[in-house]
């Protein structure tokens, strides 16, 4: 019942806010995240606790099938049927209806997440777009932000809250995007919507399965690859690094999308 | 009779285009030769779409499709690792080693550095002389952050660095094919090359 309720709110949401115009860019604004320290949860032994982070710029919202529709419509090599193997495997886009239909429900897909794009494809977008995309660090920098305070961790509530949404199953069909609330930093579907691609996703040298990870694949993976966690009760983020490492750069998946992340103009007094 | 069979086998491998004239390329490094031709397209799997722009241990820059045409042994590494590295160096000699006189001419051997900061086509060239690097078949290259990361995202190779400037990463050695597409991988250090070694030169039995 529950379900039914949100699904006619997506849809008065949708009514109001997508209005079919072809394009649902121009909708999402970057948002500057100040520099701070991040303290990653997983990290190697010889890691440091701290990392610096620069600031950088990052959208509030991921990319929308309608963005990215504009952008294949500019890129023809990154339409589905003129793709590259190499870069995007056989599922990518698959939910759209050609190259450049993306189907019947148009109004209602022009504004969810776009998924089934490969790490190549958005990698390219965000070029396209005068950006590139978040690194892990960064990503994770911005999502250990809570609703009204800069560390997750002094916000107990959302925290309970995100990880309910890590155990729920996405939806067949995708909410749009910014309809989480938008975190300290002003930025939307952190979590509760899709994963995201980041730019450095090869550099996670954990299975994703915490058997695995008690004795990695030491064969594989050098020996100063064995992780550890700083704080053992973060689940969602070990979900993130675990999933994150099970990609391959061409795949593409039914609930994995992206959002553009953008150098900061040096600052010139 | 002896210098009959030689001089065909020879002749061949000229037209072949796959062992150009041995005097002319002696001590002349695969990233500095002229690119072979190719009348083929490339097919949709072949790595050699990537754009990006690599250097040389020689200073040379050049795309990865440069090396078209020849069979590539690729793996990532850098040269200051104190884990690994050595024995996945050490492993590309095997292979090059165990590989039969005629296939061997026919193949090159790839280290791609993951550390773009210290491993400049100078250092490149030390770890070259270190490690008894031949200059026929044997290339070093590094190249910029982003490209390396996507090579690496291609080929299936995570890495990391930790804070005392070692890197954690797969240790993956793959075979390309003369058109650039993958032919074979070997995961792990010091592992059985055999199944590999067969593959190349199966590759190489191929028109």
């Given at each position: ?15 109001i ?11 999402n ?29 990052l ?43 993306i ?27 005068g ?30 809250q ?90 593409t ?17 | ?8 086998t ?7 285009g ?8 002696t ?27 690599w250097?040389?241990d ?49 193949v ?40 390396v ?48 070694v ?9 028109p």
């Amino acid at each position: 019942m529950n379900s039914s309720l949100l699904r006619l709110v997506l849809v008065l949401w949708i009514g109001i806010h997508v209005v079919p115009q072809g394009s649902a860019a121009g909708t999402n604004t970057s948002r500057t995240i100040p520099g701070g320290i991040h303290r990653p949860v997983l990290r190697g032994p010889d890691d440091p606790r701290e990392i610096a982070v620069p600031a950088f710029g990052l959208d509030a919202l991921p990319v929308t099938n309608g963005d990215f529709l504009e952008f294949v419509r500019q890129q023809p090599r990154w339409r589905r049927s003129q793709v590259k193997r190499l870069f995007a495997d056989e599922n990518y886009l698959r939910h759209w209806q050609g190259d450049l239909d993306i189907g019947s429900t148009n109004a209602q897909v022009l504004g969810q997440p776009v998924t089934h794009v490969s790490w190549f494809a958005a990698k390219a977008y965000a070029a396209w777009r005068g950006g590139r995309l978040p690194t892990t660090t960064e990503w994770e920098y911005a999502a250990s932000a809570g609703l009204r305070t800069a560390m997750l961790t002094n916000d107990p509530a959302y925290r309970r809250q995100i990880v309910t949404w890590y155990s729920t199953p996405s939806p067949a069909s995708l909410p749009p995007v910014g309809l989480t609330p938008a975190n300290f930093h002003g930025i939307h579907d952190l979590h509760g919507l899709v994963w995201e691609w980041t730019s450095d996703f090869n550099s996670a040298l954990v299975t994703g399965d915490s058997r695995g990870d008690t004795g990695i694949d030491r064969q594989l993976f050098c020996g100063a690859g064995a992780m550890d966690g700083a704080a053992r009760d973060d689940f969602p983020t070990y979900l993130r690094y675990g999933f994150r490492s099970s990609l391959k750069a061409a795949y593409t998946v039914h609930n994995l999308g992206f959002r553009v992340a953008y150098n900061l103009a040096p600052y010139t007094p | 009779m002896k210098p009959i069979p030689f001089l065909i086998t020879a002749m061949i491998l000229a037209m072949a285009g796959c062992s150009p004239n041995p005097g002319s390329t002696t001590g002349v490094p695969p990233c500095c030769r002229p690119a072979l031709p190719s009348s083929r397209p490339l097919t949709d799997r072949s790595i050699y779409h990537l754009e990006s722009v690599w250097t040389s241990d020689a200073g040379k820059t050049l795309p990865l499709s440069h090396f078209r045409g020849r069979t590539q042994v690729v793996a990532l590494f850098f040269t200051h690792c104190e884990f690994a590295c050595p024995i996945l160096v050490n492993d590309l000699q095997r292979i090059e080693a165990a590989l039969p006189a005629e296939a061997r001419e026919k193949v090159d051997f790839l280290l791609v550095s993951i550390d773009p900061t210290r491993d400049t086509p100078k250092r490149l060239r030390e770890f070259r002389a270190e490690k008894s690097l031949g200059l026929q078949h044997w290339t070093l290259l590094t190249g910029a952050e982003d490209d390396v990361r996507e090579l690496a995202a291609l080929l299936g190779v995570n890495y990391q660095r930790d804070a005392r400037g070692q890197y954690a990463h797969s240790n993956l050695i793959t075979v390309l094919g003369p058109d650039g597409e993958v032919v074979s991988q070997l995961k792990g250090l010091n592992q059985s090359i055999d199944e590999l070694v067969r593959q190349i030169v199966t590759t190489h039995s191929q028109p």
